[in-house]
């Protein structure tokens, strides 16, 4: 009686999901060649081909890229800030706010003792994942993260990070 009643649920479910387009979504979540501001027209942008490899930018290449501008900015305003005021204010403070919580609530207790030597590299993950993420839930954004090859990226040097600090602390 149980397999019978799952399956006559999974298979109200695939003809609620089949009855639904979801083509109005996909374009949030895929990667494209172009930039679909829908209003405005669509930019195109360039194919580049290097020794057979197909390197061309794509819409979550340009959000990475506004994301890393986006994060250099608020911490050039930041760095600014501390020098005509040692209290943080605004941007500033949400800033130290994040950074302190990286530091207390993620590195010290997951890592431990030596968690310094790790905390620029934690930093810059947590806060370039944080902006990609924000990036894609404003109107024609995209969510770089969403990409395998980005998130496969950001795990592959994770990896690198955390075998190469444990043959530094314990030999090979």
């Known amino acids: 009686m149980w397999t019978y009643d799952s399956t006559a649920v999974a298979d109200t479910l695939k003809e609620a999901a089949g009855s639904q387009d979801t083509g109005w979504i996909m374009h949030h979540v895929l ?42 900015l608020a911490f050039i305003a930041a760095r600014k800030s501390y020098q005509k005021s040692l209290v943080p204010r605004g941007v500033t403070n949400l800033l130290e706010v994040l950074i302190v919580f990286v530091r207390d609530e993620i590195a010290k207790q997951t890592i431990g003792h030596g968690f310094e030597k790790f905390l ?24 770089a993260t969403s990409n395998i090859s980005v998130t ?21």
């Open 31 to 72: 990667d494209a060649r172009e930039l679909d501001l829908t209003p405005f027209g669509i930019i195109h942008l360039p194919q580049i081909h290097l020794f057979g490899m197909d390197i061309s930018i794509t819409k979550h290449v340009v959000f990475m890229w506004i994301a890393v501008l986006l994060l250099v």
């Open 120 to 143: 620029p590299y934690l930093l810059t993950v947590f806060f370039f994942i944080l902006t990609c993420n924000f990036l894609g839930l404003i109107p024609y954004g995209s969510t």
């Open 152 to 172: 496969a990226t950001l795990a592959t040097i994770s990896f690198m990070v955390i075998q190469i600090g444990g043959i530094m602390k314990n030999g090979f």
